[in-house]
């Protein structure tokens, strides 16, 4: 079982950008010291629900402030960046952090953030398959060019090489996050591991594990493989350790609404379109159903049951759901001398 902290530097009601920033950064520092597996590192645009821009850029510092903890992305957001830009910052992390990074890539939603950056409508609705191969070329090979729809340029050297990492892996680890059959698919027949979304329970998890599997067998991989790869999925859930489960529960309760209802209504579509938005208290007490949260022993069963439903061993967990910070240093650091030793 390998249990992570998952950090949105959530802006909650009355907090400064920089505060939520330095309790992101305290987060995954704290993590490290409670020895958790990894930090995952959310990235939003121009809203409070995340302050956090760049993933990968926060994911450069918190590696130079840690030695031994996995740092990822959750996700970088592929329709923002140009795929060569984010695999040379992906290259550049796996080599001088000694293979400690994780990519997690996904494909956003259709915000105002295509218009910011230029890259249009087209790059959420039609070009992630064609930039999310583009990006796994330049991790594995040592010269690109391209020829398609979206991007088409000469081929140039990749420098850094992610295999020039002495005595590790030759590429960074990616993974998709996946939110329909069509995501599955894609990330099935590239052999990449799935992120799946806190707003999952057990049985819809463990549906797109099957259907990753089934797309993998039909894409031509082998029993090992597809358990070798199938290791890698990620779970990404809510934590909230407390002495009573029903004391657990209020802390998020009290806290989590505020910041959902500010951040999610400051989306903006890029086309105008309407999006529907959850219930904030409702979404808040899902999640509380949903993932570990209340005694160290019930989070360790919470775990357990959805590593024993779904297969999954892996976790990104937000620990920040209080949006406080001593709380939420207290909430990670419960996690590792609480809930861990019980599920080893």
């Avoid at 859930?237 to 910041?259: H, I, N, Y």
């Avoid at 951040?263 to 808040?284: F, N």
Wanted: proline share 6%.
């Amino acid at each position: 079982m390998r249990v992570g902290t998952f950090v949105l530097a959530a802006q909650f009601p009355g907090q400064g950008q920089g505060e939520a920033l330095h309790r992101a950064v305290r987060t995954a520092e704290v993590a490290e010291e409670a020895g958790l597996d990894s930090v995952w590192l959310a990235e939003h645009h121009f809203v409070p629900y995340g302050v956090c821009p760049s993933a990968v850029t926060l994911a450069a510092l918190l590696l130079g402030r840690t030695r031994r903890i996995r740092v990822g992305t959750a996700v970088s957001v592929l329709p923002s960046v140009h795929p060569v830009a984010l695999g040379e910052q992906a290259a550049l992390l796996h080599v001088t952090s000694g293979g400690r990074f994780t990519l997690g890539v996904g494909r956003g939603g259709p915000w105002v953030d295509l218009e910011v950056f230029g890259s249009g409508l087209p790059a959420y609705e039609r070009d992630f398959p064609e930039s999310l191969d583009l990006l796994l070329r330049w991790l594995s090979e040592p010269r690109v060019g391209a020829q398609g729809e979206r991007f088409a340029f000469r081929e140039v050297a990749v420098v850094p090489a992610p295999g020039e990492l002495i005595g590790g892996p030759a590429a960074p680890e990616v993974v998709v996050a996946c939110t329909s059959q069509h995501s599955v698919r894609l990330a099935a027949e590239r052999g990449l591991p799935m992120l799946l979304g806190m707003h999952c329970g057990d049985e819809e998890k463990a549906e797109m594990v099957a259907c990753w599997e089934r797309c993998a067998r039909e894409a031509g991989r082998d029993p090992d493989e597809i358990a070798r790869i199938g290791a890698g999925h990620v779970s990404a859930g809510v934590a909230q350790v407390a002495d009573r489960t029903a004391d657990a529960a209020e802390a998020l309760v009290k806290a989590m609404p505020g910041w959902l209802k500010q951040g999610l209504d400051a989306h903006v579509t890029v086309d105008g379109r309407q999006r529907a938005m959850r219930d904030p208290v409702a979404y808040t007490e899902l999640l509380c159903g949903l993932h570990p949260v209340g005694t160290p022993r019930l989070a360790a069963d919470r775990l357990a049951a959805t590593a024993e439903r779904t297969g999954i061993t892996r976790f990104a967990l937000l620990a920040e759901g209080s949006g406080d910070l001593t709380a939420t240093e207290e909430n990670v650091r419960r996690l590792g001398a609480e809930v861990l030793p019980l599920l080893a």
